[in-house]
Structure formats: C-alpha cells, structure tokens
C-alpha cells in the first residue's frame, strides 16, 4: 500500500474512531432519545438495543483505532452502518411531529451512510501494521 494510501486509510480509521466512540457516549447518557427509533420488529425492548448498539459503537471505535485491529474493525464498521440503516429510515416517521427542521435533519442524515461506509472500507485495507 502506497504511504498516501496508508495514511488515507488510518485517518479514516481514525476519524470513525472519534465518531463512534461520541455516538456510543450519547447511547450511554441519553438513550431515550434513541429508543423510539429502534424498529420494533427487533426483538426485546428498545433500551436493549440502544444501549447494545451504543456497546458495539465503542467495541468498533477500539479495533479502529489500533492499528492491529483497524481492517478488521473497519469491515465490521461498515457492515454496523448498512445494520442501523433502518433505524435512520424509522427516524424520519419518528420526529415528523418535531416539525421541519428535524425531519430535514433525519432525511439529510439518509445519505450520510454512504461516506460512512466509504470511509470504513477505507479503514479496513490497511497493511503494514
């Protein structure tokens, strides 16, 4: 792998890192604020799966940010981001009674999944660690 590549793919590892590991925070200290958002065909109650999710948003931020684990902590990234997808569709119904400016915010949320993705196999090629 060439040094800008490299370099390309640890700042992405690194970027996630710092990005997930802020998001299982928020799981940890306001989960009410996600649990109307988990789709109720998952089974158990909402508070399980946010605080689960909030657990493998900080397991993630770890492999990430070691070098050893980045590959293997940016392919299960990616794969964690296309997994809560539906849960940013169920947003968007969630908080049409918030008004405008949150269903905006939940729809331009929508898209925000490819980069991430993008930037999480970014993180999983690397080599040479």
């Not at 996600?34 to 109720?40: E, G, K, N």
């Not at 947003?91 to 009674?97: G, H, K, Q, S």
Request: charged share 15%; glycine share 6%.
């Amino acid at each position: 792998m060439s040094t800008q590549r490299a370099h390309h793919s640890r700042r992405a590892a690194v970027s996630l890192a710092t990005l997930l590991t802020a998001s299982g925070l928020v799981h940890a200290v306001r989960p009410r604020t996600f649990d109307p958002v988990v789709p109720r065909s998952l089974p158990g109650s909402p508070r399980f799966w946010t605080i689960t999710s909030g657990l493998a948003e900080w397991g993630i931020a770890g492999l990430l940010a070691s070098r050893r684990t980045q590959s293997l902590g940016g392919l299960i990234a990616s794969a964690f981001f296309v997994a809560v997808f539906p849960a940013n569709v169920r947003t968007v119904r969630v908080v049409r009674r918030r008004g405008s400016v949150a269903i905006a915010i939940a729809v331009l949320r929508l898209p925000v999944q490819v980069p991430l993705v993008l930037m999480a196999l970014s993180a999983a090629r690397a080599t040479g660690r």
